[in-house]
């Protein structure tokens, strides 16, 4: 079973990195600089700049507030591996710009679930829809809920790559797991069947067919 990713927040023990993708222990400090290399001279220290430092990879995550500031992108979980190439597009171009724009990036990723309904058989126009029917061919029904909360379907519906005001980063994250969730239920659990079944030994698969055909 894949873990789940813990998107980073400011101040955890534990999250995994933004450099290394690990889930990983966290150690926090105040950043601080000084006028010499070696550290000595004038020093400048400002409580708004933290550093969390990777106990796996050691690389270093710089926050200004509550937000990521490097590295730019990735903060938030990768691609599943099965999307199709442009979905992937779509979601990348969302990781890269989630920590700037959550709501440049909740529209991408809005725009990719419609693109990935239509992938999955669907018309592609209207996601509650599309949503309803994948639920019929085995998308787990909270999914319908969860793209409720935030925004996707429902009386308070926001149109696939418009912008909603009301979009923030935790937003964000939730529809980065929608997208990977409706995949890996779709077309990576699918395949992973298909794949076990695929390397029975022929005789296996033919005592099956012969089963199946006297039922």
Request: net charge neutral; charged share 0%; with cysteine.
């Given at each position: 079973m894949k873990a789940e990713y813990i998107s980073p927040q400011k101040g955890a023990n534990a999250f995994n990195?933004?450099?290394?993708?690990?889930?990983?222990?966290?150690?926090?400090?105040?950043?601080?600089?000084?006028?010499?290399s070696t550290g000595y001279g004038q020093t400048y220290q400002n409580k708004s700049f933290l550093?969390?430092?990777?106990?796996?990879?050691?690389?270093p995550t710089i926050w200004l507030g509550d937000k990521i500031i490097f590295p730019i992108h990735s903060a938030s979980e990768p691609p599943n591996i099965d999307l199709p190439e442009d979905i992937k597009q779509d979601y990348e171009e969302a990781r890269t710009i989630s920590n700037l724009s959550p709501r440049g990036a909740a529209a991408l990723l809005r725009l990719a679930i419609q693109k990935l309904c239509a992938h999955l058989g669907q018309p592609g126009k209207n996601i509650n829809s599309d949503i309803k029917a994948l639920v019929a061919e085995g998308l787990p029904p909270k999914v319908q809920e969860a793209l409720d909360s935030v925004r996707v379907i429902g009386n308070d519906a926001v149109h696939p790559g418009s912008i909603d005001l009301k979009d923030d980063l935790a937003t964000v994250n939730k529809l980065f797991k929608l997208v990977n969730f409706i995949a890996n239920k779709m077309i990576t659990e699918p395949r992973e069947i298909d794949e076990i079944y695929g390397s029975l030994p022929q005789e296996k698969l033919d005592g099956i067919s012969q089963r199946d055909e006297s039922n």
């Open positions: 990195c933004p450099n290394c993708h690990v889930y990983a222990q966290q150690s926090w400090f105040f950043m601080a600089g000084a006028s010499n550093i969390s430092s990777c106990a796996n990879c050691s690389s």
